[in-house]
């Protein structure tokens, strides 16, 4: 066993550097060397907050699923022409005595080979956005959408952008809202909307079939129920403590309540796939970079700054 150097949350509010203690890896493991990785801000927004609402989330955490790294080390078991490729990694749990969740800030880890996926032909950087694309296309797929359909879409955080660059691709109309200016100047849609400035009755005209939820907010859902067609859908991609919405217009339009849980086999290949064949622009969604020594700092830009959108740490 050996010490590394990782991120950890031992109690609300606080996030530092400090050593941790790395188990042996087994032979279908690979060891990968941390290069980037990133801060998703609404899940480790509730971790850091203590909200996360599942009993193997108990703080201390290692938290992190956004890691991209080299692969230093192989198990038997492993191709030996795995060793020098850039892969990214959903998480690890490969500590004693710390929770992992998902255990992915930490310089070194390691993974069961079936569980990284290469990087081969993308810029290494860019692969920390693989976890949030692969959520927005599982639920961009759950709706399925076809040429023609209106799709609106709440929010221009990662997942509200990447969102909507995937139904944009597969024909929808896409109208997508927000109240910071940074994010719309970044968004890929057809209608693009700052709630603060322009009513959503007077920027959209008909009815959409469905409404993407990507803020994590009740009350904007809520204004924009109206605008959905009978019949039509609502997809939810944030995070939410609870779910409180107005019955009356969800019953009247006969509306259908969805939710996307992370991804299903073969997203994150679809989403690397899409970066490398220049289908999915992704470089501009990351719009800050520090170092991991500046963690504290990092977390708090993320987490507070309203410009950030992605935040990139830096091993």
Known sequence: MSTVQAVVIPQPGQVELRSVTLKMPGPDDVVVQTAYTSISAGTERMLLAGQMPHPMLQLPVVPGYETVGRIVAVGENVDAAWNGRWVYVGGAHCYEGINAAWGGQSATLFADVKRVIPLDGIE??????????????????????????????????????????????QGAWVAVTDRIESRLARAVAHTIINVDRQPLNEAIHEPVHTIVEATGSMAALASALPL????????????????????????????????????????????????????LEV?????????VTEVAAAYHTALNDLDCLKLVLVW
């Open 283 to 291: 470089g501009s969604l990351l719009t800050h970079t520090m170092p």
């Open 124 to 169: 290494p950087r860019h692969g920390v956005l693989l976890a949030l694309a692969a959520t927005a296309v599982h639920g961009i797929d759950l709706i399925a959408p076809v040429a023609g359909s209106r799709i609106l879409i709440l929010g221009q955080g990662p997942v509200g952008q990447l969102a909507a660059r995937f139904a944009q691709a």
């Open 228 to 279: 959905l067609a009978n019949g039509g859908s609502i997809l939810l991609l944030g995070y939410y403590q609870n779910l409180q919405l107005p019955y009356m217009p969800l019953f009247l339009k006969e509306a259908r309540l969805l939710t996307a849980k992370e991804w299903a086999p073969g997203d994150l290949l679809h989403c690397r796939d899409a970066i490398r064949s220049g289908a």
